[in-house]
């Protein structure tokens, strides 16, 4: 009998955009000989399934369930491609939890700390993996900005501390740049993350699970165009920067990413696919770790496909994969 899966979208942040992007990449993707595919979108408006004809049908919160034709659909699993809150940060995890459902992300407690980007580095610098240094500010708690730069030296970055994409992010060169950049981060999160620079290049390095099998994809490495001075959501989205995948590295500096990346995963807990990112600092010859997405994008664009296609998978069979996994974990 087909597995019923709820494809889920949308998304309470600015990050939706994206979210409904990768959602398009994983149904085209899901085989439909194997899998009864429903794209659920939850948004402010409601959460609702919408056919092909663009008839929307509320889903029913107490059970996760949508009727049609007067039956009801239950479903058998949940594949997660949303970007942000709720889908990132455990919510929607608790709830599928709650409801003994099946979902293809990390768990409830997994995904609330990586989106966390100040207590996943401390984790992370707990269990021995190099971070840089960094300052957590919270919203209407007083701070001092010479306080900030007596630990820190600029350049500095200054990031939203939960939520990705890149949004709200700032890189500070001189002193008098840090308030408009810590003010640009307030307006997207109550929680903002100051951290040193590492000089280095940028690689982005995915991971996931099969049974007891933890896989590394080929890595990427993230080259910034002239003239944009950092990786933010225009760089991403903008067709600023050039992803190279696989990179061209020496096998020491892959091996170090990969064990890294594979020492990461099994710390955190982690399942299904995640992306980490990384600063390969070449003067102390070793990785910085900067974050940890647990539901990386998965546009056509996107870091994951591509470095799914370079180990040669076909997105059908990686999707199936994650799908028999979380089914399996169940």
């Known amino acids: 009998m087909m597995k019923k899966i709820a494809l889920v979208t949308g998304g309470y942040s600015g990050e939706a955009v994206i979210s409904y992007k990768s959602a398009a990449t994983i149904y085209n993707h899901l085989e439909k000989e194997k899998y009864q595919v429903y794209k659920i979108d939850i948004s402010p408006s409601g959460w609702f399934y919408e056919d092909e004809k663009g008839i929307k049908t509320d889903v029913d919160k107490n059970d996760f369930t ?77 701070y001092s900005l010479d306080d900030i730069l007596s630990h820190l030296k600029p350049p500095l970055f200054v990031k939203p501390n939960n939520g990705g994409s890149s949004i709200g992010m700032s890189k500070v060169n001189e002193p008098a740049q840090l308030q408009d950049a810590l003010a640009k981060a307030f307006k997207e999160d109550d929680q903002v993350l100051v951290e040193q620079m590492i000089e280095g ?118 999707y199936s994969k994650l799908l028999d996994e979380a089914l399996r974990n169940h």
């Open 201 to 318: 290049r940028e690689f982005t390095v995915g991971v996931y699970k099969t049974g007891d099998s933890i896989t590394v994809l080929p890595i990427t490495e993230v080259i910034t165009h002239i003239g944009q001075d950092f990786f933010d959501f225009e760089a991403k989205y903008g067709g600023k920067s050039t992803e190279v995948t696989p990179a061209e590295i020496t096998s020491d500096w892959q091996d170090q990413l990969e064990a890294t990346a594979r020492r990461i995963y099994q710390v955190f807990n982690c399942r299904g696919v995640v992306r980490i990112d990384f600063i390969y600092n070449a003067t102390e010859n070793k990785p910085y770790m900067l974050e940890i997405n647990t539901i990386p994008g998965q546009s056509d664009a996107s870091v994951i496909p591509q470095q799914v296609r370079a180990k040669g998978i076909r997105l059908e069979d990686f």
């Open 66 to 142: 949508i009727t049609l034709d007067g039956n009801k659909v239950k479903f058998d699993a949940v594949f997660i491609g949303m970007h942000g809150t709720p889908g990132e940060d455990g919510k929607l995890q608790g709830y599928f939890d709650m409801l003994g459902l099946p979902y293809t992300s990390c768990n409830a407690a997994t995904s609330a700390l990586t989106f966390n980007k100040r207590y996943s580095v401390a984790v992370a610098h707990m269990a021995g993996v190099p971070v840089a240094k960094s300052a957590h500010l919270f919203k209407n708690t007083n």
